[in-house]
């Protein structure tokens, strides 16, 4: 398998124009960098050789002051490139790092949308988030400094390698002197510190997790005075998140030193030996002093290898975890058979179907199930019957087991997922309502609706009434999942954004189950409406939502139990007649 740095080069290449730019303009910025020892060096050759200097004898340039002058335009001339070469890479480098950042949380985002419905049941929502942005976040940290720090050094290294055994070959072992111990010293470092980092960006998930969970939570804490807890809990977290850290820090911490007693060996061979040969006539004073700078210039850089080989590990533990994400396979759910919505009469089928999450426990067994077009079915049965279930199994979040659900005739798992989904309009239990106004959130999937059209499904599932009298009506901002609004009102508004859907058929799963009676009055008023128009298929617990339906079964242990209307049922004095007394309070006869 690719290394988390191959991978990340691999994604990349799109961007091979820009990263090539950034890289040259590095090696370009280095290389002028590196110039002004050479410049000092022709300087002290020219004071001390005069007329026998480098500069005369091969430029003919006899005159010392004019020989400091050319100097002198050099060193501008070099050190307006440098700058100039240090802006370009640094806003190539950063553009680069903020386009990888936008495409791959993009792309990471794009990509768990389209995993299977387990993943994310199995999955903390922090611990994701953490990945799209703390991750994210660490690879453009790296981008914008540890890859100019690499490249910098390799360049270092290269060239004034090169340098050294071309114009000192009898001084330049002693200057590489240190490197076995500094590569030895930096493997050792990065091999220890991976694991270290990847302790850290797991414990930072964790610490995400809790914090997003308690905040999600903050009415049941204050409910339930455990400030106190919760305080203690996240501190539990953050000591382990900070005692990874520690552990990181103090083993990367000792890198530096150790690195600099390595580069002062070779730094102090350089500067006596070189200044023996120097002193004996057997070096050029000039080439001396440029080895005496370029030794610390080769060697110094090297202290900051252990903050770039941090930042390195840092960014491929990241790296780790994001395509850890990417690489979670997507389920292959789509059917091959288009379904045009205006063509849906709404028949739904259910033949023979089984289902279980955990094989050793099945929740539904051998159902058969007919939901006319156009009629409202009500599925009914005490907690844990599997009534959610099978709708999940409708919108395909899961598939069925053994079966088939069939729509109009048609298998739903032949049928084009986006397709069979345009068609079912699905009013959750658990109401879900995004950070914005009343209108941003009826018209949720629905981008195209005119004012008119808004109004009217809000009016429809009575709930323009309460919008109008909210302090910027339709305009009114409803806060994270709606919490400025009331159970009744936020239920309301989930169906008025059902009803502009327009879709053939209207799956309600506990609709009403956490409203007050005149809420569910309300709600019960505009499902009838809704109803003249759609297939309904009603998952409810409270009876008195579904004693209207055309239809009603009622499943037991993931079967069904009985079926017919409310009268019927009622009639048999069965399950659903049992369920009807608890609920009432009355015998099964009188309400009839």
Wanted: charge should be neutral; hydrophobic fraction near 45%.
């Amino acid at each position: 398998m690719a290394s988390p740095l191959q991978r990340i080069l691999r994604y990349a290449r799109s961007y091979r124009h820009q990263l090539f730019l950034a890289t040259l303009h590095s090696i370009l910025n280095k290389l002028l960098d590196l110039a002004p020892p050479l410049l000092i060096g022709l300087a002290v050759d020219t004071v001390v050789d005069g007329q026998g200097s480098l500069l005369a004898v091969h430029l003919g340039i006899e005159n010392n002051l004019y020989q400091l002058w050319l100097i002198a335009g050099l060193t501008l001339a070099i050190w307006g490139a440098e700058s100039l070469t240090e802006y370009l890479y640094q806003v190539y480098w950063r553009n680069l790092a903020q386009s990888l950042q936008h495409d791959l949380r993009l792309d990471t985002y794009a990509h768990l949308q389209k995993l299977h419905i387990r993943y994310f049941e199995d999955q903390q929502s922090g611990e994701l988030l953490s990945v799209l942005n703390d991750d994210v976040n660490q690879l453009e940290r790296f981008f914008d400094n540890g890859a100019t720090e690499i490249l910098h050094l390799a360049v270092t290294v290269l060239a004034l390698g090169a340098f050294f055994f071309i114009s000192a070959p009898q001084v330049a072992w002693m200057a590489f002197l240190p490197m076995p111990v500094v590569i030895w010293g930096s493997l050792l470092f990065q091999k220890k510190m991976a694991p270290r980092y990847a302790k850290v960006r797991e414990q930072v998930g964790l610490l995400n997790s809790q914090l997003a969970g308690n905040l999600g939570g903050i009415a049941t804490i204050k409910s339930f005075t455990t400030e106190d807890f919760e305080v203690q809990r996240i501190a539990s977290e953050s000591i382990k998140y900070k005692e990874y850290n520690r552990a990181a820090i103090r083993f990367s911490s000792a890198f530096v030193p150790m690195i600099r007693m390595a580069i002062v060996c070779g730094f102090i061979a350089t500067l006596v030996y070189g200044g023996h040969l120097a002193a004996e006539g057997r070096m050029n004073v000039g080439v001396y002093a440029t080895l005496v700078f370029m030794t610390q210039r080769l060697l110094w850089p090297f202290t900051r290898l252990g903050q770039t080989l941090d930042q390195y590990q840092r960014a491929m533990a990241s790296t780790t975890r994001i395509f850890k994400v990417l690489d979670e396979p997507i389920p292959q759910l789509d059917g091959d058979k288009a379904l045009i919505r205006s063509e849906v009469r709404g028949q739904l089928r259910l033949e023979e179907l089984s289902f279980a999450y955990h094989p050793k426990a099945p929740v539904l067994h051998k159902l058969d199930i007919t939901m006319e077009a156009g009629k409202v079915t009500a599925i009914v049965g005490a907690t844990g019957a599997g009534k959610s279930t099978l709708l999940k199994l409708l919108l395909r979040f899961y598939d069925t087991d053994e079966g088939c659900i069939r729509l109009d005739g048609h298998d739903i798992r032949s049928l084009r997922l986006a397709d069979l989904r345009s068609a079912i309009a699905f009013v959750s239990q658990d109401v879900f309502l995004f950070h914005g106004t009343v209108r941003e959130n009826i018209s949720y999937g629905t981008a195209s609706a005119s004012e008119e059209s808004i109004v009217a499904a809000a009016r429809t599932a009575e709930a323009s009434a309460f919008i109008e009298a909210l302090p910027d009506g339709y305009d009114t901002v409803v806060g994270e999942r709606g919490h400025k609004l009331s159970g009744g009102q936020r239920q309301r508004i989930s169906i008025a954004r059902a009803v502009l859907k327009n879709s053939p058929i209207l799956v309600l799963d506990e609709a009403t189950s956490s409203v007050d009676n005149e809420t569910e009055a309300a709600i019960q008023r505009s499902l009838d409406l809704i109803a003249k128009e759609r297939t309904m298929v009603i998952i409810a617990h409270r009876l008195s939502t579904v004693r209207n339906a055309d239809a009603i079964y009622v499943l037991d242990q993931g079967a069904v139990a009985e079926s017919g209307t409310h009268e019927e049922l009622l009639a048999r004095e069965g399950m659903y007649a049992r369920l009807w007394k608890v609920q009432t309070g009355h015998r099964p006869g009188n309400q009839a």
